[in-house]
């Protein structure tokens, strides 16, 4: 089985995990690959660090911090501690001293002239996660945030990791302009892992920062629309609040509102009567939401196209993460029937 993802950072990982577990639990015969966000990317201290590729890499190579759920284990902060005494700014982001390594890596290997897919491929020689890691494009994107300004009636842009870690979402946000993707193509293998899929899976990463971004790269909507594969969702949103994160503030930006059943239409059903190639158009054959706090959404959404289900859909562990998987599995089963 042929099994592709689109996800962004922690979410993503941490269910990548839980699909691994099912697969060697079950017996499954799968090929797994991921389409990795890179929107979140920035260039800092002259590395280019690439968060949501490292912490699905770190995630499932063994080396993540399970308390933070980026970074390394057993992570020291020594250089961002002599930086700060020099005055070198940003003293808001936790570049650990292990993480370092990848980051000169990556940046003498795209110096070198590597384009990021392949120096990808390299650094997942080490860690070996057991998938296969595609960046959404080799171009070069980044995510920004436009907020008002210190004077009434303006606006500046800031980039999302500032906005993200260092004011915690707390600016509100007006919209979430992707720089360089009028010009950005599709990563090598990105459209085809898509097209060639027998599944693919919206894991519960951040639908408009994440996922969302995922979707803006050329010709990857068009892929989803056009896929022979069931397209199957999993609910980020438990009973009205992210399961982790700040979604919330990024939907608010977007007009969506912070519930299960807000995101799947804001995804959008594949049935709807948008030929591809036409701005927009659903996505979502199949939604999991939570038994527990959504139960009621499958009945809502059932008139939209999009076949629901209510399981239990708190990652805990990787066993109850593995049962997650294991349904979404099921009902793209029953939706290719």
Same mark, same amino acid.
């Given at each position: 089985?042929? +099994?592709?993802?689109? !996800?962004?950072? +922690?979410?993503?990982a941490r269910f990548t995990r839980g699909l691994l577990h099912h697969v060697a639990t079950s017996g499954l015969d799968a090929d797994i690959t991921v389409v990795v966000n890179t929107g979140d990317d920035i260039r800092m201290f002259g590395l280019q660090l690439c968060p949501d590729l490292d912490s699905i890499m770190y995630t499932l190579g063994g080396g993540i911090s399970e308390e933070r759920g980026w970074g390394r284990e057993d992570e020291t902060f020594t250089v961002m501690g002599e930086l700060g005494k020099y005055g070198v700014e940003p003293t808001w982001f936790g570049l650990g001293d292990r993480d370092l390594a990848t980051h000169i890596v990556r940046t003498q290997m795209l110096g070198a002239g590597y384009p990021l897919s392949a120096v990808t491929e390299a650094l997942c020689a080490r860690w070996?996660?057991?998938?296969?890691?595609?960046?959404?494009s080799d171009d070069r994107l980044e995510t920004h945030v436009v907020v008002d300004g210190d004077e009434p009636g303006t606006r500046r842009a800031l980039h999302f990791?500032?906005?993200w870690v260092r004011h915690r979402?707390?600016? &509100? !946000?007006?919209?979430? &302009?992707?720089?360089g993707v009028d010009v950005a193509k599709p990563g090598p293998g990105v459209l085809e892992a898509i097209s060639g899929a027998d599944v693919v899976l919206l894991p519960p990463s951040n639908p408009v920062v994440s996922v969302g971004t995922i979707l803006q790269v050329a010709g990857v909507r068009d892929a989803l629309r056009a896929t022979a594969a069931p397209v199957v969702g999993v609910s980020p949103i438990v009973g009205g609040a992210p399961v982790r994160g700040m979604a919330d503030a990024c939907l608010s930006? +977007?007009?969506?509102?912070?519930?299960?059943? !807000?995101v799947a239409r804001?995804?959008? &059903?594949?049935v709807a009567a948008v030929p591809v190639g036409a701005d927009g158009g659903g996505i979502l054959d199949g939604w999991l939401v939570d038994d527990a706090t959504d139960s009621d959404v499958p009945g809502r959404?059932?008139?939209?196209?999009? !076949?629901?289900?209510a399981v239990p859909l708190m990652m805990t562990d990787v066993v109850a993460t593995a049962a997650i998987c294991a349904a979404a599995l099921a009902l793209a089963e029953d939706l290719r029937r």
């Amino acid at each position: 089985m042929r +099994i592709t993802l689109l !996800a962004g950072g +922690i979410g993503g990982a941490r269910f990548t995990r839980g699909l691994l577990h099912h697969v060697a639990t079950s017996g499954l015969d799968a090929d797994i690959t991921v389409v990795v966000n890179t929107g979140d990317d920035i260039r800092m201290f002259g590395l280019q660090l690439c968060p949501d590729l490292d912490s699905i890499m770190y995630t499932l190579g063994g080396g993540i911090s399970e308390e933070r759920g980026w970074g390394r284990e057993d992570e020291t902060f020594t250089v961002m501690g002599e930086l700060g005494k020099y005055g070198v700014e940003p003293t808001w982001f936790g570049l650990g001293d292990r993480d370092l390594a990848t980051h000169i890596v990556r940046t003498q290997m795209l110096g070198a002239g590597y384009p990021l897919s392949a120096v990808t491929e390299a650094l997942c020689a080490r860690w070996q996660p057991g998938v296969t890691l595609l960046p959404m494009s080799d171009d070069r994107l980044e995510t920004h945030v436009v907020v008002d300004g210190d004077e009434p009636g303006t606006r500046r842009a800031l980039h999302f990791q500032e906005w993200w870690v260092r004011h915690r979402a707390s600016l &509100p !946000a007006l919209a979430f &302009p992707l720089v360089g993707v009028d010009v950005a193509k599709p990563g090598p293998g990105v459209l085809e892992a898509i097209s060639g899929a027998d599944v693919v899976l919206l894991p519960p990463s951040n639908p408009v920062v994440s996922v969302g971004t995922i979707l803006q790269v050329a010709g990857v909507r068009d892929a989803l629309r056009a896929t022979a594969a069931p397209v199957v969702g999993v609910s980020p949103i438990v009973g009205g609040a992210p399961v982790r994160g700040m979604a919330d503030a990024c939907l608010s930006a +977007i007009g969506v509102d912070t519930t299960a059943e !807000a995101v799947a239409r804001h995804y959008g &059903p594949r049935v709807a009567a948008v030929p591809v190639g036409a701005d927009g158009g659903g996505i979502l054959d199949g939604w999991l939401v939570d038994d527990a706090t959504d139960s009621d959404v499958p009945g809502r959404l059932a008139s939209t196209g999009i !076949a629901s289900r209510a399981v239990p859909l708190m990652m805990t562990d990787v066993v109850a993460t593995a049962a997650i998987c294991a349904a979404a599995l099921a009902l793209a089963e029953d939706l290719r029937r």
